[in-house]
């Protein structure tokens, strides 16, 4: 079993932190938070009051990051949330509608506003609500997957 890299010192998650948090803005035009060092990016989006989760590139993305929130809601632990394909997440009911999402931030970069149902480890369903999910884009323009947040959800 794996246990929860530190976050804080690790030099993926440090850079995986600052390439989330520009590319909402450089997509959005807006900060996903405000007034943060650089050197405490990551440390802030993992203790945020709020739900954020990423995943990789690949015809089946894994999921390579949830924050503190994410990790509760979907019942987790840190080393199974990072080995479960991204379209797990929801009820294979709902993975049409989760998969033609990704295709619409796929071409435009982001879309706000998403809703959908999702499913927690335990069975426990939850809509979430108000959601923006973007493309995680380097200064390249290179894609490194996708990133989703939000602060609204509700069990079913």
Do not use: C
């Amino acid at each position: 079993m794996t246990r929860r890299p530190d976050i804080q010192s690790n030099p993926f998650y440090i850079a995986h932190g600052d390439l989330v948090f520009q590319s909402f803005a450089r997509l959005t035009g807006k900060p996903l938070l405000t007034s943060v060092p650089d050197k405490e990016i990551i440390s802030v989006i993992d203790q945020a009051p709020f739900a954020l989760v990423s995943h990789g590139t690949g015809d089946d993305p894994i999921f390579n990051y949830g924050n503190q929130v994410a990790l509760t809601l979907f019942e987790m632990e840190w080393e199974d949330f990072t080995a479960l394909p991204s379209r797990k997440s929801a009820e294979p009911l709902h993975r049409d509608e989760r998969e033609r999402l990704l295709q619409e931030v796929a071409t435009k970069g982001y879309i706000k506003n998403y809703s959908g149902v999702r499913i927690s480890s335990s069975g426990k369903r939850f809509l979430i609500e108000n959601a923006i999910v973007w493309n995680l884009i380097d200064l390249d323009g290179d894609i490194h997957g996708q990133a989703a947040m939000f602060h609204d959800w509700q069990f079913l």
